[in-house]
Every structure is written in C-alpha cells, then in structure tokens.
C-alpha cells in the first residue's frame, strides 16, 4: 500500500504521462527490490521509493527534478551488501594469499609459483601464522573475512585501539603454536576510501591520518602494538581496500617515500592494495557530463556542511563532496562523505533531506 502510494506520488510530482509511468515503474521496482530498498540508514518504514519522493519534493519544479531523477537513474553506483561481501570473501584468495605465497618462496628460495609446493611446507604455515590483520573500521568487516578465510582468531584484531591484555593473549597463542618469533607481516583492512585524505596527509612537516597513526604505534614502545612486532627486523604492512579510487590510491602510496626518511621506520615495507579501484575517469565524467546536476548541487547544499573535518581536505566547492570528490557512490551500509551531498546531505533544519541520509561519525 506505501509503495502503491509512493508510486502515485512519484508519477504525480515528476509530471509523468501514462507511458512514462509505464517505462518507468519496472525499472524503478527491479532497482528497489534489488538494490536500494537495502540502505541501511533509511529511517524506520521507509524504503527507497518513498525517500526518492520526498527527496524530489526538496527541488522547484519539473525540470530540476528531472535532472535529479535521471542522474539517480543512470549515474548511481550503489554496492550492495552481497557485492561488498563478495570483496571481502575473495580478499584473502586475490590479495593475501599471493603475498604470503611470495613470502615464503623467498626464504624457501623456490619459485612463487610452485604454489602446491610452497602452501603444503612448514614455512608457509610459520608465514601465515605470523600474519597479523587490523580492522581499521567496522567497514572492514575483519570478522567475516577471519571466517571466509579461516583465521586464527589470536591474530586478527577488530580495531587499531587494542589493549595490553590482548596483546599478552596474542603472544601467548604464537608461541604456544610453536612460533617463538612475534607478527611480521601486518594487514590493514579497510572497506572504502576516495581522497586519502583520512587515512594519509601531511600538515606542514608533520605526518597525519589513520594509516600513520597506526603504523607509528607498532614503533612507539608505549603502545601495545609494540609488543606485538620486533621493530629491529624487517616488517611488512599491507593496507588493503575492497574499494578504492586512484586518487586515493596515488596518494596514500606517498606515505613509503615519506616514512623512508626517518630512521625509525628503516625496516618497514609498505603496499597499498585495492580489490576494486574507482578510475578516476569516473570523477572527470562526472564533472563534465553532469553539470545540470552540480549546478543543482551548488544551489541546494550549503556551506554549513562545511566543518573542522571538512577543511582538512578542499573544500572550496562543499557542493562536490569532501575533498571535491564528486563521486556517485553509495554504500549500502552508508553514503560516502566524498560522493556528492546533494545526495546524502541533510540541512540542519530539514529543509532539505537527503535521498541516502549519511550517518556522520564526525558529528
């Protein structure tokens, strides 16, 4: 009954003739049920043909909302719960699994590709047991990838923020597994980044974001991290996404050139690894082909979205998402602050509300 009547409503703001109602209401059922009916952050009882209705409603007349409706229609990106669940499942086999592989073929000194050989030998089980994983928020869904990956639960850690006691637990169960030798090979797991930003930055001389935060814990012998690494040997750590953009991408691999130059961090290798990277093509067509949407996005949202947080990326045009990303992306548990607010943006005062409504952790 609520989506018969959202539908009337929809057919009745956007103008549409019978034909129109007609071509446009299967597509519109199959994106729903398929898809976008999934949102996390929809409020209680909505779905998403009535939050496309009220969302349309924000907009003065026919002809934007058109605009509105035809971006959502053809220029969303939205991955669902079974596509990111589908990167987590396959992120050990596509991108863990060959770097232990290649690992273990260098102290065996075999050939990476003698894979039979290599994963039946000792070694390779000191190697993977020696693999530690981080979660560096609860994107990364580190309990579902220990499953599909068949992880000792004592080397896998839900966040950076671990305490001491765990610590003690860790090292324990490494050496009761015959391993005399702490984690050497770390994994940072994350589920999406679009501008880097976030999780790597400079400000002056100094060396910001998550990804520094953590990798500077395994050196600093006040953190718990410490204990859990031989800082004097050579270390590896592997910051992996199940989605990233080049952008993000390119800047984050900045971080290997940087830390480089400080003694401390002399034995440590650093990668970057993404399973689905974003072209930054992507962004380009947006700005280009799209601009009746920026234009709309530029009239609508306005400079309160603009925060502490906000300024530590561009911001000069907030209408193009933080860091100017212009991204259409939506995740199925939540809207990326890059994507464009005109999608998931909220005033303060509910004059406008957004079509995927993002719940902010900087709030």
């Known amino acids: ?33 398929f898809k976008y009916n999934e949102y996390q952050q929809f409020s209680i009882g909505t779905l998403f043909m009535e939050s496309l209705v009220k969302w349309l409603n924000n907009f003065d007349g026919s002809k934007e909302r058109k605009i509105a409706y035809e971006f959502i229609k053809n220029q969303l990106i939205f991955f669902s719960n079974n596509q990111i669940l589908h990167l987590v499942n396959t992120t050990f086999n596509t991108v863990i699994q060959p770097i232990l592989i290649e690992k273990t073929s260098t102290i065996l000194n075999t050939g990476k590709y003698q894979i039979s050989s290599i994963i039946n030998s000792p070694t390779y089980q000191s190697v993977s047991r020696r693999a530690l994983y981080i979660g560096l928020s609860d994107g990364a869904r580190i309990d579902q990838l220990r499953r599909s990956s068949h992880l000792n639960n004592e080397q896998v850690i839900p966040t950076y923020e671990v305490g001491r006691a765990k610590v003690d637990d860790m090292l ?140 530590k990326a561009k911001h000069g045009k907030h209408y193009l998402g933080y860091n100017e990303c212009a991204l259409p992306i939506v995740l199925a548990h939540n809207t990326p602050n890059n994507s464009l607010p005109l999608i998931w943006w909220s005033s303060k005062d509910n004059d406008f509300v957004g079509l995927f409504p993002r719940i902010t952790r900087h709030s």
Do not use: C
């Open 1 to 33: 009954m609520r989506r018969a009547l959202a539908e009337t409503l929809l057919a009745e703001i956007m103008e549409w003739s019978a034909e129109e109602v007609g071509n446009e209401r299967p597509l519109l059922q199959a994106l729903s049920n």
């Open 172 to 311: 324990k169960e490494l050496s009761d597994s015959g391993e005399t030798k702490k984690f050497d090979t770390i994994f940072l797991v994350d589920d999406f980044t679009a501008s880097g930003t976030s999780y790597f930055r400079t400000e002056g001389s100094a060396l910001k974001g998550k990804i520094f935060k953590t990798i500077d814990r395994f050196f600093d012998t006040k953190e718990p991290l410490f204990q859990l690494v031989d800082a004097s040997k050579q270390i590896s750590i592997h910051l992996v996404f199940y989605i990233a953009t080049e952008e993000a991408i390119d800047k984050i691999s900045n971080i290997e050139s940087l830390i480089s130059k400080q003694e401390k961090y002399k034995n440590l290798n650093f990668t970057i690894h993404a399973l689905q990277k974003i072209n930054s093509s992507l962004k380009e067509d947006i700005l280009q082909n799209q601009k009746a949407f920026i234009e709309l996005s530029e009239k609508y949202v306005n400079d309160s979205i603009v925060d502490d947080h906000w300024k």
